[in-house]
């Protein structure tokens, strides 16, 4: 009887044809997540590309031999073909034990590339340090690097970075409250009150009424079947309900470092006058040089002697002032009608900036300014 409602509910919400947008892709169900996994091992195999006598990689090479019952010194073992390094995954949701995930190893020792190795069994742990999974395999480097007798070099990509596909094995499951929680919490992407009312509202609609509370502006609790199989299929119906959701807080993002300015949507402007104008000063620097001489008469002959030349400076000011070019912001002006004015003054990136700063300072601009 439930998987009857659950189909005739499916083929209602197929059905819809509003423009909006999933709830899959407005947002997440609570602890439904991935989780990072790192671990420190070795790679093997290089063309003399490795830590050489680094003592951390002489070292993990030394407690790694140990372990398979060879007693070396340190001082027997080179490095040349082997890098030390960091491994790290993300270990999906509902992944089970025996999946396999991709890996990523990166160096943490001197090594120059990591092209051509292998990565030896190395552990990943959680957060709590317990181990989710065990990564080994041949690295594939996109990178390459090549260096010259004479000290040059040249590097295309990041050569002491790799990649496993496939390379780690899932040895444990992370629990989920997924299967276990009595209602399921959907947490919106972009918080905001007046969309998860509406989410809540569209998921009632489907399947009745008291089955979404809107927790806050983020979260939505739904309750759920107790059978996994109901629940698996009632997430799935859920996933397509379309919403359409509210109009985003009126914002101008200006990114300082560019120049970049993005104005929203449901950006106002109230009565204000603005005006915009450019100063060009240019200063030509001259001299002018006289060159001084002493005359003197000896036995009926003269003399010139040269002095000291005199330098004096000639300065020209060109001062250039463009017309001060003002525009009126009526009540409630759009966003088309703001970049409209503030382009008819050709106000470049900088300008902008300052005049949508001055608006806001006499509380003309309806609209929160984010620098970042």
Do not use: C, W
């Not at 093997?44 to 003592?55: E, H, K, R």
């Not at 609609?205 to 979404?212: I, K, L, P, T």
């Not at 200063?283 to 005199?310: H, K, L, S, W």
């Not at 020209?316 to 382009?343: E, M, R, T």
């Amino acid at each position: 009887m439930i998987r009857a409602v659950l189909l005739s509910l499916g083929l209602l919400v197929a059905a819809t044809t509003a423009t909006a947008d999933r709830i899959k892709d407005m947002a997440t169900v609570a602890g439904v997540r991935s989780n990072p996994l790192v671990g420190y091992g070795v790679v093997v195999g290089l063309s003399g590309t490795g830590d050489g006598d680094s003592g951390l990689t002489l070292q993990s090479m030394q407690s790694m031999l140990s372990r398979m019952g060879l007693a070396v010194e340190v001082g027997d073992i080179d490095a040349s073909n082997a890098a030390a390094v960091m491994v790290t995954a993300e270990l999906g949701a509902f992944l089970k034990e025996g999946q396999e995930i991709d890996v990523t190893v990166s160096t943490v020792g001197a090594a120059e590339s990591l092209k051509g190795g292998t990565l030896l069994m190395t552990p990943l742990m959680g957060a709590d340090g317990e181990i989710y999974a065990i990564a080994q395999g041949n690295l594939i480097v996109g990178g390459m690097g090549l260096s010259a007798e004479d000290g040059s070099s040249l590097t295309v990509n990041i050569p002491t970075v790799g990649r496993v596909p496939n390379g780690g094995t899932v040895e444990r499951m992370v629990e989920s409250p997924f299967q276990n929680a009595e209602s399921l919490i959907l947490n919106l992407n972009r918080s905001d009150f007046s969309t998860a009312a509406n989410v809540a509202e569209a998921i009632n609609n489907v399947f009745g009424g008291g089955v979404a509370v809107a927790l806050d502006g983020t979260s939505i609790q739904v309750r759920a079947p107790v059978d996994l199989d109901q629940r698996v299929s009632f997430m799935g119906l859920i996933e397509n309900i379309q919403v359409t959701p509210d109009a985003p807080a009126a914002k101008v993002v200006v990114n300082s470092r560019t120049g970049t300015v993005v104005i929203g949507g449901e950006v106002l402007v109230t009565p204000a006058a603005v005006t915009h104008g450019g100063l060009t000063v240019q200063i030509n620097e001259d001299f002018n040089v006289d060159q001084n001489a002493t005359v003197t008469m000896n036995d009926n002959q003269t003399v010139i002697a040269p002095g000291q030349p005199t330098i004096t400076p000639d300065s020209q000011l060109y001062l250039n002032q463009d017309p001060a070019k003002a525009f009126l912001f009526d009540p409630g002006v759009s966003l088309a009608s703001l970049v409209d004015a503030i382009n008819a003054v050709g106000a470049a990136p900088g300008d902008l900036v300052a005049i949508l700063e001055a608006l806001r300072e006499a509380g003309a601009l309806r609209a929160e300014l984010v620098v970042i």
